[in-house]
């Protein structure tokens, strides 16, 4: 059984459109996150959750809205997509408050 | 702030050799750190970490990493190099946000090795 598991693995949409990532993890892992990464490999967090409550939300524009329905998903929704939103998103979980991550394997999102 | 330094953004080795992947961090906090491994196409697989205790680590393929505080420093090394160590590596450090911790990660650095 994947630990952390996103879909789609590929999603190609036009400009404008929204669209919707969704994760699971099976570890009984407390915390989940978002990461982007961008076309020159570099990773950095969107969002963070614990139990279902947004911990940590850095710079990241409105039109990006995650949701965690329970501890083990956590899905990110983002609205009128740019051309710039085209990049990997990794999902990834955590127990002890951040302490040892397991990621996904990554969505690629390509915006045309 | 926290923050990872990788040095050296593509390295290339030969079969057999050594690989020595740099990393400096600053935190103000003793630190977490992490090297992460991501194959194409895939995700990150966790190599190894550094929490307290042995400033030695061990990680997973032979790969090792030795924390130095004065140096503020946490190299990636593997005594001999295997075609399949192609790769792109991270190193990560934790940082506090409101009382949990995030992954703070250095821009990477991809490892090519030639027969």
């Known amino acids: 059984d994947t630990a952390v598991s996103q879909t789609p693995k590929y999603l190609v949409t036009q400009m404008g459109n929204d669209k919707s990532i969704k994760c699971e993890q099976n570890?009984?892992?407390?915390?989940m996150y978002w990461y982007k990464q961008d076309s020159k490999k570099f990773l950095k967090i969107m969002f963070s959750y614990n139990n279902k409550e947004l911990i940590i939300n850095e710079t990241v524009p409105n039109r990006f809205s995650p949701k965690s329905p329970d501890k083990a998903h956590l899905n990110l929704h983002i609205n009128s997509l740019e051309l710039g939103d085209s990049a990997v998103y990794f999902c990834a979980s955590s127990q002890d408050k951040g302490y040892g991550y397991t990621f996904g394997s990554g969505t690629r999102l390509t915006v045309v | 702030a926290q923050s990872v330094t990788q040095l050296g953004s593509h390295v290339s080795v030969s079969e057999g050799a050594l690989v020595l992947l740099r990393c400096n961090y600053s935190?103000?906090?003793?630190?977490?750190l992490f090297w992460y491994v991501q194959y194409p196409n895939q995700g990150l697989q966790l190599l190894l970490k550094?929490?307290?205790?042995?400033?030695l680590v061990k990680g997973i393929n032979g790969f090792e990493a030795e924390f130095k505080k004065s140096e503020t420093s946490f190299h990636l090394t593997k005594p001999s190099a295997h075609m399949s160590d192609a790769a792109e590596y991270f190193c990560a450090v934790t940082a506090l946000s409101g009382g949990y911790n995030k992954l703070i990660f250095g821009a990477g650095t991809r490892l090519a090795v030639h027969p």
């Open positions: 570890l009984g892992h407390d915390t």
């Open positions: 550094y929490t307290t205790g042995a400033t």
């Open positions: 935190s103000s906090v003793p630190p977490y």
